[in-house]
Structure formats: structure tokens, C-alpha cells
């Protein structure tokens, strides 16, 4: 399924899944990074009017330098220094963040308490 803004290039992916299934879950993880590297190698970019979240940050670098994250990270500290507009979002932040995405441990499906993600 796909929802999609008609007259300005704006495409929202939504793969339907059990998030129950982890195989499944990892599918579509897997389809979704497909879709998202098809539109940066098609000259087109990570997101439109929505910003780039916990499920777009790790792919900054697909687009910009680290010299242009680290120039944007400046902008945003120099608004935020403390660092508490949407923490860990936006900027790349491998795993040294500590970010849960979600119930830890035996069973889980790696999505936000109370919905599902991708």
C-alpha cells in the first residue's frame, strides 16, 4: 500500500505486517531500507515534510557528508544545547545512543510500546 502527495513527489510507504512475526517484522524492515536506498539513488531524498526520526537517522550519511551532519548538528545545538528537542532523532547515532526502540528481551518485536513503526 502507498499514500502519496499527488502533486509534489511526496511518497509514505505503508507495508502492513504483523509485528508479532519477528521474520516477518525483519522483512519488512529489510523492504523498507530497499525502498528508502531506491530513492536516494533515483536523486531523491530520505524524507519530505515530515523530518528525519529514529527510523531515517542511521541513513543521514546515504545523503550528506559528515562534514554537512556535523555543520547541521552545530545549528541545532546552537538552538537546543541541551539537547532535549527530540533527542536522538534526526542525526545519526549508531549505538554508542542507547535509544530503545521498543520491549527488551525475549520476544520483541522491536517496536514502540503502544504501535508499530517502520
Known sequence: MNVF???DGNLHPLILFDPADAAETARVHEAGEEIMRACVESA???SGEHGIGIEKNEMMD???TAEDLAAMKRVRDAFDPAGLANPNKVFPCR???GEVHGPQG???TGAPQGGMWV
Open 106 to 108: 525475549a520476544g520483541s
Open 95 to 97: 549505538a554508542t545512543c
Open 44 to 46: 531523491g531524498t530520505l
Open 62 to 64: 546515504w545523503v550528506y
Open 5 to 7: 502527495h499527488a502533486g
